[in-house]
């Protein structure tokens, strides 16, 4: 494939300032003279105005993209941010429910304990009832 069927579209810069775009146009189409040879070119040598002019356009792109980047970062942080506290609140429900649990676990534990010890008392009770008859047989 040719650079002809795949043409790349590039954005042009967005200024902020007051220039507007035919003062960009008027001060690129102005011919210059070149140093050297005394010809005037239409684009191939820039003058000292041009060149400023062209750095401050790229020096404004270049803020104005790092602005962007800035509020994206800025957005997925605070993104970020709220799913973590979601996150978060569901752990806590979690925590709370599991501790609810274990409460109940551990009460019926204590319940089943105290029903072993009662029953082991009554077995024991029932063993002196039953040892002397034992022994008669």
Same mark, same amino acid.
Request: charged share 30%; glycine share 2%; proline share 4%.
């Given at each position: 494939?040719?650079?002809?069927? =795949?043409?790349?579209?590039?954005?042009?810069?967005?200024? %902020?300032?007051?220039?507007?775009?035919?003062?960009?146009? @008027?001060?690129?189409?102005?011919?210059?003279?070149?140093?050297?040879?005394?010809?005037?070119?239409?684009?191939?040598?820039?003058?000292?105005?041009?060149?400023?002019?062209?750095?401050?356009?790229?020096?404004?792109?270049?803020?104005?993209?790092?602005?962007?980047?800035?509020?994206?970062?800025? %957005?997925?942080?605070?993104? @970020?941010?709220?799913?973590?506290?979601?996150? =978060?609140? %569901?752990?806590? =429900?979690?925590?709370?429910?599991?501790?609810?649990?274990?409460?109940?676990?551990?009460?019926?534990?204590?319940?089943?304990?105290?029903?072993?010890?009662?029953?082991?008392?009554?077995?024991?009770?029932?063993?002196?009832?039953?040892?002397?008859?034992?022994?008669?047989?």
């Amino acid at each position: 494939m040719t650079a002809i069927e =795949n043409p790349v579209l590039y954005q042009l810069p967005v200024l %902020e300032e007051t220039i507007s775009p035919s003062e960009i146009h @008027e001060f690129l189409s102005q011919p210059t003279t070149h140093p050297i040879s005394g010809l005037e070119t239409s684009r191939s040598v820039y003058s000292t105005e041009e060149r400023r002019l062209r750095r401050m356009i790229s020096n404004r792109e270049s803020a104005r993209r790092s602005r962007w980047r800035k509020k994206k970062r800025q %957005e997925d942080l605070a993104s @970020e941010a709220d799913r973590l506290r979601l996150e =978060n609140r %569901e752990l806590e =429900n979690r925590l709370s429910a599991l501790a609810n649990q274990c409460h109940v676990v551990q009460r019926d534990s204590n319940r089943l304990l105290s029903e072993s010890v009662f029953l082991q008392h009554r077995l024991a009770g029932l063993h002196e009832i039953l040892a002397p008859t034992m022994l008669l047989q």
